[in-house]
């Protein structure tokens, strides 16, 4: 069901707190979840926005592009 979907994957959800440098302070058990050594890239995705390693997303980026041509994009958009 849709409810147990939500539920299991928001129960790792945290609260993060804000430093005084506008920095957001996530959660070392989180960090080590996601594989966050040190830089982050953050992406807005409809609805959302994700938090991953810097040279994860770069190399997820890559083998995604590799994989597809510009125009299989551009029609999977309807482009």
């Given at each position: 069901k849709a409810g147990d979907l939500?539920?299991?994957l928001f129960a790792n959800a945290a609260t993060c707190e804000i430093d005084g440098q506008g920095r957001i302070l996530?959660?070392?058990?989180?960090?080590?979840y996601a594989g966050i050594e040190k830089?982050?890239?953050i992406v807005g995705?409809?609805?959302r926005v994700e938090i991953w390693d810097a040279e994860a997303y770069r190399a997820a980026e890559e083998a995604y592009f590799e994989?597809?041509?510009m125009a299989q994009i551009y029609e999977e958009l309807g482009l």
């Open positions: 939500t539920r299991f996530i959660p070392a058990e989180l960090r080590q830089n982050v890239t995705v409809p609805g994989q597809k041509s």
